[in-house]
């Protein structure tokens, strides 16, 4: 018995020596693998918030603080929207998109264009074109088509190409350039016409009698009768000036129309200083 009880404190002194080296062997593994991570606190919630639940009652798990696997390189950055086509909504608010800002195709050239009311003709905006006038037919950007000078014809129509045969006789220029430009617009896209009257032929005023120069005068721009006489270079000597007169064809039946040419240069009786048309005649009798 006495044996027994002085081999005690001997088996108690191994069973704590055994105890220290198996803590010692269980705390290197912890030791080795380094400090811990902290574990990220996921965000509280407000007192007000109600956690989400499943179908049956049960808690859906947290994922507040979690991060979604696209944004894992930039969270925060929202994906770019592709542009709709124009007139389309948006799936998301159903709101019509912005339109689309591309132009719209370009006109042809010389589309619609007016001539500006400052184009030189060579001949009043009202003058008639006939027979025996010099023509120039200008096409912008096409010189096949351009016609550098060609004369009217006397049954009124000259020649071009592509359309061939116009008729012009008794059109103002910009009515001309219309015809033409509708004829051409079948050969050719948005064509710009200029007609230039380059000489007068057709329209002509006669001067007889006691004058300087008898004969005909080209009707080149508006013209009275005073202004005519100047232009057959004047009166003769011996002209009856207060006897002078117009013969003008109207509706077939032959005007006479007075001329005093003292009263003229005086400023006086301005009203029968009338505007000469083409085709008038003007008598100047003389003392002989």
Do not use: W
């Amino acid at each position: 018995m006495t044996e027994q009880i002085r081999r005690a404190p001997t088996f108690a002194k191994a069973f704590a020596v055994i105890l220290t080296v198996g803590f010692i062997c269980l705390a290197s593994p912890l030791q080795d693998s380094g400090p811990a991570k902290a574990i990220p606190e996921s965000p509280r919630k407000s007192a007000g918030e109600a956690t989400p639940t499943t179908p049956n009652g049960a808690r859906e798990p947290d994922t507040s603080g979690q991060t979604s696997p696209q944004n894992a390189g930039g969270a925060g950055i929202a994906p770019a929207v592709p542009p709709t086509a124009e007139g389309s909504k948006d799936p998301a608010g159903g709101l019509p998109t912005a339109r689309s800002t591309s132009s719209s195709p370009p006109e042809k050239p010389g589309a619609g264009i007016e001539k500006a009311p400052g184009v030189q003709r060579g001949v009043p905006d009202d003058y008639q074109i006939g027979a025996g006038d010099v023509l120039h037919i200008g096409v912008f950007h096409e010189p096949d088509a351009t016609v550098q000078s060609v004369v009217v014809r006397t049954d009124g129509k000259i020649s071009m190409p592509l359309v061939k045969e116009v008729s012009v006789l008794g059109l103002t220029p910009s009515q001309l350039e219309k015809q033409i430009t509708e004829q051409l617009s079948k050969f050719l896209t948005a064509p710009d016409v200029t007609v230039i009257v380059t000489s007068i032929n057709s329209k002509k005023i006669y001067v007889i009698g006691a004058v300087r120069r008898e004969g005909p005068l080209t009707y080149s721009y508006p013209m009275n009768v005073l202004q005519a006489l100047i232009d057959a270079g004047g009166l003769a000597d011996f002209a009856k000036r207060k006897k002078i007169y117009v013969l003008r064809t109207t509706n077939g039946r032959s005007v006479k129309l007075p001329f005093d040419y003292d009263a003229a240069i005086k400023g006086e009786h301005l009203e029968l200083n009338v505007p000469v048309m083409p085709g008038d005649t003007i008598v100047v009798p003389g003392s002989q």
